[in-house]
RNA sequence: GCCUUGGUAGCUCAGUGGAUAGAGCACUUCUCUCCUAAAGAAGGUGUCGGAGGUUCGAUUCCUCUCCAGGGCACCA
């Protein structure tokens, strides 16, 4: 019996008992959102606890109480739950027989990595974009949370059914780049930066690659000035571009889609008009493009946003804002249902202009598109910018930290809670250190596989019934609730909640590890009892490593 | 000024209208001849920033307010 299958029972009980006084079930439409169960604090309070007698009494016309009378009564003629009773001002807490709740060993056993999956946004197709830093230097602190929060984001959609690309928007076009290409020229020749050149030391580092590339760049130079610029932006961007690649690839953060600015400046090979000249017309044709002061504009205020926006200058130059018009337009046309940013906070003047195109462009702003905002992120304190030039670069990070405590520390927490890191905690190998708890918890279950099989201990047998400790029905409980969290965290797209529910199945795990052997002492037999516990171990340790994997970090078997 | 996100234990922070608001750390004690002590057990901690309101019930929702971060371009 899961929780799942309780709330769905318990809907249909609902539903019949307003059926049974008169009324019309479609009238109260109880669905099993509405009859979700809560693990209860308290374990007094049973396994699983409802309060829909205090939240439907009204509806139904009785009080509470005189309504979870009637429930309790059909609940426990519920196959597999032991009791129902009434507690407080009206919750029902109930209590499953010991083999009902044993099931589930043998199911997240049975199912493997597939356990947790579930279908609530099934026939989703989602783009997800985030990171999206500029081409023009290596990826910093805030870049790294929201590459390590988006991807988790990704894989917990993907775990609850939707279909999602990770994609990633090159700004490689316009006045950043030419910066970038003069700074890194500089550079290379040995000349003192243009003053308002890229700070950072990479600088010098490119404009040493780019020497090396190009041997004749300083003739070139002196030749034709341009020339050399246009070789060593592209040479300094293509180097640039491949090491963040290959810097979110060793931080185990895959993109599907890199998705380049200039495509949407470029015409067609016979000179068709460019994504952003069609996108134009495009927004024309809705109805929302009008022209003032020489410029073209996009009345985006009728979508909420608190300007409208220019969409081509008076000098006929395109705004930024027109590729990112022209940028939904393609995801759009792409075919997903839903778009995903996910922001800085310094960024978080987009939210109105990006909703607002969507709605221009005839989608539903209220569903087909989503801006999340993250907060900044702080390590030991220091502020750090790449523009500033005081950057900490991922690279650096993941040689400190490591791909996995760096995941997991940026995804244990909410993306618009201000966040602060002690670089020294994030690499401690003891216990204060979150992840190496929960990896720990994942290598004990190896461990204790490998004593058993060297002990003889089998799953030859199931008997569930005999889980009856407390700490076997904590533990099965935390196991049954995982499928709703990972929904959870879907719905709500907080990867932060898988973190923090594995440190509670890990505190779990290493009470039942304390409490109840797998592995008989001495000479005492090996009996059911240890071979279905084997069972619960393996359930556990699947489910450490399927949470872990939501986060992209890995669950190793020794530690 | 306007928009936006925070304010919860000494610290870092969880908490999708429910029962006595939680976890880790820090502090004090215990527990390894036996499956990994990187673990477990015990000990106390709060004007949930403040004031109103909605509700059977508010840390959670609404309004106002105080404090802090971020944002308000025919820049990219």
Known sequence: MTPQELAHALAQILAANFAARGGDAAEIAVTEQDTQLERPKNREHGDWASNVAMKFAKRIGTNPRALAEELVVEIEKIDGVAKAEIAGPGFMNITLDAASAGETARRVVEQGADYGRNDVLAGQRINLEFVSANPTGPLHMGHTRWAALGDSTARVLRASGAEVTNEYYINDAGSQMNKFGRSVLAAALGEEAPEDAYPGEYIQTLGAQVREQLPNLAELAAEDRDAALEQTQELAYQLQLAEIKDSLERFNVHFDVYFSERTLHAKGENGEPSPIELSIDRLREQGHVFEEDDAIWVRTTDFGDDKDRVFTRGNGIYTYFAADAAYYLSKMDRGFTEKIYLLGADHHGYIGRLTAIAGAAGDNIETDITVLIGQMVNLDGAKLSKRAGNIIELTDLLEWLGADALRYWLARYPADSPLSLDGEKVRSRTNDNPVFYVQYAHARTCAVDRNAEAAGI???????????????????????????????????????????????????????????????????????????????????????????DLLGVSAPERL
């Open 458 to 548: 089998t799953r030859e047998a199931f008997a569930p019934e005999l889980l009856t400790h407390e700490t076997e029905t904590d533990l099965l409980g935390k196991l049954q609730q995982y499928p709703g969290i990972v929904a959870g965290a879907a719905e709500l797209r907080e990867p932060h909640r898988i973190a923090r529910f594995l440190e509670e199945l890990a505190a779990v795990y290493h009470r039942w590890y304390d409490n109840c052997r797998v592995i008989p002492l001495g000479e005492e037999p090996v009996t059911d009892l240890h071979r279905t516990r084997l069972w619960l171990n393996d359930a556990a340790g699947q489910v450490l490593r399927n949470g872990l």
